[in-house]
């Protein structure tokens, strides 16, 4: 068996390569509904014009996963504004997934590490994150890394005509 390489960074700009590679990760998926909140994959220049965007909003930082040099995840640091000073404490993980080829090597555990540790280190002392209640992994990770379900609602999201329930997570990072 082949070695695994695992590389997690936080993407200032992108290479030569990486947002073909974000783009394909993230198409694979939404094919198998592992979030965006996009149910069906949208056409690739919008998905490359969704990760640009990103590198562009000045309270979003992009968190990259690569398996053997190719990104196959990814999150989204999403920082409150200036003007919401008294929210300051808290920061949101968002667009948090990694594809399914690349699963099973500790990428998202690894991601969710890295992601932690920058917002201890730009003084957050609060993680908010939302989740579908069919994303049994994802949930399973939150958990055990000590995440709190503070809250439910059951029309969270609507797929194919029907609702699915979300739930909603903070991790306190000062304790």
């Not at 390489?5 to 290479?15: C, D, G, N, V």
């Not at 094919?31 to 949208?42: A, R």
């Not at 939302?130 to 029309?155: F, P």
């Amino acid at each position: 068996m082949a070695a695994v390489s695992i590389q997690i960074e936080w993407l200032k700009s992108f290479k030569a390569g990486d947002l073909d590679t974000l783009c394909d990760a993230t198409e694979k998926a939404i094919e198998v509904g592992l979030g965006f909140d996009w149910i069906k994959t949208p056409k690739r220049i919008v998905i490359e014009r969704y990760w640009q965007g990103v590198l562009l909003v000045p309270e979003r930082e992009l968190l990259i996963g690569r398996l053997n040099g190719i990104i196959a995840g990814a999150a989204q640091m999403v920082k409150p504004p200036p003007n919401n000073e008294a929210g300051f404490f808290n920061v949101v993980m968002t667009s948090f997934f990694v594809a399914p080829w690349a699963r099973g090597h500790g990428m998202a555990r690894g991601m969710m590490l890295e992601f932690e540790k920058k917002a201890k280190k730009l003084g957050f002392t609060q993680i908010s994150l939302d989740v579908r209640e069919t994303q049994e992994a994802a949930i399973t990770l939150y958990e055990r890394a000590g995440y709190i379900r503070w809250s439910s609602k059951d029309k969270y999201a609507r797929v194919n005509g029907k609702y699915i329930r979300g739930y909603y997570y903070t991790k306190d990072l000062s304790l």
